[in-house]
């Protein structure tokens, strides 16, 4: 058991490993130049964290931080390379699916300083190369480059359509709670709801339904008419479904509840954009 345990962390650290590196590699996406940067807060494997031409920077920067520290013994070079630390280590340790890009943004201070100093540096050692007659351009040129990587930034920005985290429309929790369960609550009242997030977990980790919904959700769950499915009430639910007790059963996860309780498959659902489902018993 112990052996099956370690090998299962290890296949986790390994797949968390590949998708971390593709991501602040910029690996994880076929365009180039035009993709949007930083679209989500939503778990996606695809999600491209910064600029892909800044890539070279960000590598530059990190070997050139860890030289000169080390050259300089100046442990403070090496401070945006120790910064990636706490992004990294809380993305690697990420048990169940998609590392959550809220721990992702913790790597953009860093790296964006990494790309920072690689580019100054870079800057610096072909200065110093260079004849006096072009070095007389290169501050204006470093003054071009970061007004273009600038002006790049916030046309990304304002150009394509972000996923807000408050009613992100990629984030199948927040789409099913304010297009269907917030206002179906409100219409039916006396309904009895099996509500179902995001894999087997107890009932606080119900993040998102406890979020949105505030004191009107707890008051349900209260009075019995809202229930989260967990692993511990997982039977309990199951005969409880048998018996019709439920009005509706709602999941932003249907293949997850569906192994969970198998009857589900057999109920008439909806299925809506982008992938939450609602079963009516």
């Not at 860890?66 to 990636?84: D, E, G, N, S, T």
Request: hydrophobic share 45%.
């Amino acid at each position: 058991m112990a052996a099956m345990t370690l090998l299962s962390s290890c296949t986790k650290l390994n797949e968390n490993f590949h998708l971390l590196f593709k991501m602040i590699m910029g690996l994880n996406e076929k365009a180039f130049w035009n993709v949007n940067v930083a679209r989500t807060m939503t778990p996606i494997a695809d999600v491209v964290l910064y600029p892909k031409f800044l890539v070279p920077l960000f590598i530059v920067g990190l070997v050139y931080s860890l030289a000169h520290a080390y050259k300089q013994k100046r442990f403070i070079l090496a401070m945006p390379v120790l910064l990636l630390l706490p992004g990294l280590v809380s993305n690697m340790t990420s048990g169940m699916g998609i590392p959550n890009l809220t721990r992702s943004i913790m790597l953009l201070v860093p790296i964006y300083l990494l790309i920072t100093y690689g580019a100054y540096s870079l800057f610096c050692s072909i200065y110093t190369i260079s004849s006096d007659r072009l070095r007389v351009a290169f501050p204006g040129l470093f003054a071009v480059f970061v007004g273009l990587v600038s002006a790049y930034q916030v046309n990304n920005y304002f150009h394509y359509e972000k996923d807000a985290i408050y009613g992100g429309r990629n984030n199948a929790a927040m789409v099913m709670y304010n297009e269907f369960l917030k206002p179906y609550m409100a219409g039916h009242p006396n309904s009895r709801i099996l509500y179902h997030e995001f894999g087997p977990f107890d009932e606080w980790s119900y993040v998102v339904v406890r979020w949105l919904g505030g004191e009107r959700v707890q008051t349900m769950r209260d009075e019995g008419k809202l229930v989260f499915l967990t692993n511990d009430n997982r039977a309990s639910m199951d005969r409880l479904l048998k018996q019709g007790h439920f009005d509706i059963v709602v999941s932003a996860h249907p293949d997850q509840l569906e192994h969970m309780l198998p009857d589900t498959k057999a109920m008439q659902a909806k299925i809506s954009h982008p992938g939450y489902k609602v079963y009516y018993v």
